[in-house]
């Protein structure tokens, strides 16, 4: 069995400060992991995966997560953040042919 | 725009009607997946197809859920008998196939309100 725990569920961060969202999983399997974002009333967007290539992961709008096996987590950072940042950011667990298996979300909150 | 869609974007209805959604994948995607995601939770699996076979279904699709792929194509979700608690938003996801687990596409989701 798979699950993700999302160790905040809201973050509140000022403009141009560092961002830190958490996540640690359990998986039976090698997971892959994901992060998506979800901005109101808009689809859910890819942020970055890892399935077992380098354990530090870039993705899109400057923000990277890095893959820690002994911790099992997969933290979401980015150095400076912006006021479009503001959304719900969720940590995803897989297994090949497995289903997502979604964390409860973050809520990121970016102060002017 | 080729990514994934969905209709109707909002659906209200009453209690007992019957209510029908679809989803568009990603063309050349052989995999679709619906979830549905409940005000302030993360999206929950219900059911997924390789091209027109149902391979999985979770619990939470009770038995006036009902979803199909008939040609491997787009995909319809059908509640029966809706219940207060079928009010959320449902969500369709695509995938290729691939040696690792592939990357989810979202659609806009279809927010159901039952009264």
């Known amino acids: 069995a798979q699950s993700v725990t999302q160790l905040d569920s809201h973050v509140s961060v000022s403009e141009g400060t560092p961002v830190l969202l958490r996540c640690n999983y359990s998986s039976s399997y090698s997971p892959s992991l994901f992060w998506y974002v979800q901005h109101p009333n808009k689809g859910l967007q890819l942020l970055l995966k890892y399935t077992s290539a380098a354990t530090l992961v870039k993705g899109i709008n400057g923000f990277e997560a890095e893959f820690k096996k002994s911790e099992t987590s997969f933290h979401l950072t980015k150095p400076s953040a912006h006021m479009s940042d503001a959304a719900e950011y969720f940590c995803?667990?897989?297994?090949?042919?497995?289903?997502?298996?979604f964390g409860p979300g973050t809520r990121l909150s970016v102060l002017p | 725009d080729t990514g994934v869609s969905q209709n109707p974007r909002h659906k209200i209805t009453k209690r007992g009607q019957n209510v029908t959604f679809r989803c568009d994948p990603i063309s050349e995607h052989n995999r679709l997946y619906w979830y549905r995601q409940t005000l302030g939770q993360g999206p929950e699996f219900l059911t997924y197809?390789?091209?027109?076979?149902?391979?999985?279904k979770s619990r939470l699709l009770s038995d006036r859920f009902s979803a199909e792929r008939p040609k491997g194509s787009f995909s319809t979700l059908e509640i029966q008998r809706t219940e207060q608690g079928d009010s959320a938003m449902y969500l369709c996801?695509?995938?290729?196939?691939?040696?690792?687990?592939?990357?989810?596409?979202f659609g806009p989701g279809t927010r159901l309100l039952v009264l």
């Open positions: 996801a695509s995938s290729s196939d691939g040696l690792y687990q592939e990357t989810q596409y």
């Open positions: 995803v667990v897989s297994g090949y042919g497995q289903n997502f298996v």
């Open positions: 197809f390789q091209n027109e076979a149902q391979l999985e």
